[in-house]
């Protein structure tokens, strides 16, 4: 007794053309019946596909239920009308062999698109088409055109619009390829010309078989999505050593070890796609992943640490299985978990943190998340953002910081700090981690830390500092505002009876050895916080004691808000002459308190700066300066 298929198709005439050409190839024993119906975007045609609200099953819904139901056994689709992902209970059993997959262009009289008059009417359904068209021909007007193949070529004929972009394999199909006046030079969709059979679950199993000899899918090879970890090869998985043993491709990146790689017979491809540093776009990476998968080759694609975090794989996915080619993942240990444990400092820990949260942070807004731990990936541009944001979103300014570059490599350096220090601060090096929230506090034993303070906390100040020794007269003045210890060392005048305020903690630890508590201490340690607190007062007579080299932004902030400001060098700022550079490699961060120690740093070391510095300025203006190192 022979075998017998329903097949479910729509009745325009190139869907049936379709359906036969199927028919042709199966054997002979083969019963089979016809079942044609009107999907849902047959029956409104005044709905234009250029609409974003335009459902994928906008084609196919009526056949995929048709099949759910039993009603049918088989659909049989152009292979680039099918939703991705498909529904479920729908499953393709094949994908033919695919015809002409280019787009044509119909026009009266066959007139090609260059020659087409200015201001002539073009149809199509494609709003990337639209795009496309407008950016050969900006003088031509691209309409909205829906029907079958043979409704649109009239509107042609009879003048609706002068011409019509239509898939080539259509009109081979229907045997009016003569219709076409050129081929156009317009990226099609990978599927254009397939077409695929589509079954559901009640759809009988020997379906299957039956198709399996007209699927191209055989032919395809497979891509597998490896974790290759933060960077030690040792933390491979064994799965994904295997995968790398089988593989006929493997692209790589950055994160991956190339000397690792050559004991792998696979051909090797760099697509790394460091900050600023794309060999490839990830649109470059998903078509050359596709292609090598479809020629049969066993692919792999190697991403540091784990594929579905940060690392684009997710879209890779989509752009394969939408496709139709297999995905497998191999799952990596993430520079996070990686971080974690060769620093012993735990994710979480009772009574200390109970949440974690992993965040990208080389967005131009920082995301805050409400979590105890936070791993900021990629944030090594974007510290000073990450910081501020942390502490406006309620953060405690003392939240201790871990910044890890290379995790898991011999070069791992960590630094360690807190978000007050790191609200202006520059780190150039990566990759780059950083761990956030009193879990860092676990920290038993840090890496060795230098600060350069205008050279005083360093054996050979960077700063040579000498008092002018001007008389003050401070008579007339309401306040004496300090900026700096050296202002407080060098001032000679009156202090009594006059209120004083302080740029920072250092400045007021010196008014303090002189016996004088400030009225106000800067809450920033910049001139920042000195004009917010002056900018409630009423105008105020100021006298600044700085260097001879003392930035104007305060002074004439403070003149700008009605203060009468004395602005007074009391000391000059010179570079040390007697200063000796220091081994930098084995410096972790070098804090900066004023601009002039920023150029005497510069004056001193040149070019000659290693990336792995974390730089610290204590406010505002010399943060600026330090973006300059």
């Known amino acids: 007794m022979g075998r017998k298929i329903r097949i479910i198709s729509r009745q325009s005439p190139l869907a049936l053309l379709q359906v036969n050409e199927v028919l042709c190839a199966l054997p002979l024993d083969i019963e089979y019946e016809v079942i044609k119906t009107t999907s849902y975007g047959d029956r409104h045609k005044n709905v234009s596909l250029m609409s974003d609200t335009v459902s994928p099953d906008f084609f196919t819904r009526e056949l995929d239920s048709a099949l759910r139901d039993g009603v049918a056994d088989i659909a049989i689709h152009s292979a680039k009308d099918l939703p991705y992902p498909l529904p479920l209970g729908i499953e393709v059993a094949a994908l033919t062999k695919g015809g002409d997959k280019s787009d044509s262009l119909v026009s009266k009289n066959n007139v090609k698109l260059a020659d087409l008059p200015s201001g002539s009417r073009i149809g199509t359904s494609s709003a990337v ?53 050129e081929k156009l030079p317009f990226k099609t969709h990978p599927l254009q010309g397939n077409l695929a059979i589509t079954v559901g679950s009640k759809s009988p199993e020997w379906i299957g078989d039956l198709f399996a000899p007209f699927d191209i899918r055989r032919n395809f090879g497979k891509v597998t999505l490896v974790g290759f970890g933060p960077g030690d090869p040792d933390l491979l998985t064994i799965k994904g050593y295997k995968a790398l043993e089988h593989a006929d491709v493997i692209f790589y990146d950055d994160l991956t070890n190339e000397s690792f790689l050559k004991q792998f017979k696979a051909e090797q491809i760099y697509v790394g796609k460091r900050s600023g540093k794309h060999s490839h776009h990830q649109d470059d990476i998903n078509e050359l992943l596709y292609q090598s998968a479809i020629q049969g080759n066993e692919v792999v694609r190697l991403k540091g640490g784990d594929p579905m975090l940060f690392s684009h794989g997710r879209e890779e996915v989509d752009f394969l299985r939408s496709r139709m080619v297999d995905v497998e993942i191999v799952p990596g240990i993430s520079s996070g978990n990686a971080l974690a444990s060769l620093l012993q400092i735990p994710l979480t820990h009772r009574g200390v943190a109970r949440s974690v949260a992993m965040v990208l942070g080389h967005s131009e807004e920082p995301q805050t998340v409400d979590a105890d731990t936070l791993l900021y990936y990629m944030g090594g541009s974007s510290i000073s953002k990450i ?64 600060t350069y303070d205008t050279g005083t906390q360093s054996s050979t100040p960077l700063i040579s500092i ?115 550079p220091v081994d930098l490699n084995k410096v972790d961060k070098v804090v900066f308190s004023s601009p002039s120690a920023v150029e005497a740093f510069k004056t001193l070391y040149g070019n000659n700066v290693p990336k792995h510095l974390l730089l610290i300025a204590k406010g505002k203006t010399t943060y600026e300066t330090i973006q300059t190192i």
């Open 466 to 580: 000498t008092p002018l020794n001007v008389e003050i007269d401070t008579s007339k003045a309401d306040w004496i505002v300090f900026t700096s210890r050296y202002g407080v060392r060098c001032f000679n005048g009156d202090t009594k009876g006059k209120h004083i305020a302080s740029v920072g903690p250092a400045t007021s630890a010196e008014l303090k050895e002189c016996g004088i508590t400030p009225d106000f201490e800067s809450p920033t340690e910049s001139a920042e916080g000195l004009l917010a607190f002056f900018g409630n007062h009423k105008p105020q007579h100021i006298i600044l004691p700085r260097s001879d080299k003392g930035l104007k932004a305060l002074s004439d902030g403070l003149m700008v808000q009605g203060h009468r400001v004395e602005d007074i060098p009391v000391y000059t700022n010179r570079l040390n002459e007697n200063a000796q």
């Open 387 to 450: 910081a501020n944001a942390l502490i406006d979103s309620g953060r405690a300014t003392e939240t201790p910081v871990a910044i890890v570059t290379n995790v898991s490599l011999p070069n791992q350096r960590a630094v360690y700090s807190s978000l007050k220090e790191l609200r202006y601060a520059v780190f150039k090096d990566t990759p780059v981690l950083l761990m956030i929230g009193n879990v860092v506090r676990f920290v038993a034993e840090t890496t060795s830390q230098m």
């Open 129 to 181: 088409r639209k795009s496309e068209l407008l950016a050969l021909r900006n003088d031509i007007e691209v309409v909205p055109i829906r029907g079958t193949i043979e409704e649109r070529i009239t509107q042609v004929d009879n003048g609706f619009v002068d011409a019509l972009i239509v898939a080539t394999c259509a009109l081979d199909r229907l045997g009016i390829s003569h219709r076409a006046a």
